[in-house]
């Protein structure tokens, strides 16, 4: 019912800022909590940051908290990651995704992107 499909991923030096995008099929976009996770190979899925239906609402994991800004654009049926100052432990795929409520839980999240590499050098 819902697709999403990310670009904007890509190489980086630390220190830069790359901002991603993910674009929403259907209708009832703005009824969806949208998140945004990523992954490390071998390892699990974390999440990073979420953002309500109508955009007054985020959620940061420390770890990005001053650095990385999840926006929406309801006109659009998109959702942006901006990342800034950028490090080397952000390398990793980046996955967006639409949970039906205000929720943090990768199982909670009902559809998901394909997934965006991000890779940040020295």
């Known amino acids: 019912q819902v697709q999403l499909v990310e670009s904007g991923g890509g190489l980086a030096q630390a220190g830069d800022s790359l901002k991603l995008s993910c674009a929403a099929s259907?209708?009832?976009?703005?009824?969806?909590?949208m998140g945004w996770f990523r992954q490390v190979p071998g390892k699990e899925r974390n999440f990073i940051a979420k953002i309500n239906g109508n955009g007054a609402r985020t959620i940061y994991t420390d770890s990005v908290k001053g650095r990385f800004t999840i926006s929406r654009d309801n006109t659009k049926n998109t959702v942006y990651l901006q990342m800034t100052s950028l490090k080397p432990e952000d390398t990793a795929v980046y996955y967006c995704?639409?949970?039906?409520?205000?929720?943090?839980?990768?199982?909670?999240?009902?559809?998901w992107g394909q997934g965006t590499q991000v890779t940040v050098s020295s």
């Open positions: 259907g209708s009832t976009f703005s009824s969806y909590t």
């Open positions: 995704a639409a949970a039906k409520f205000w929720i943090t839980i990768s199982p909670g999240y009902e559809y």
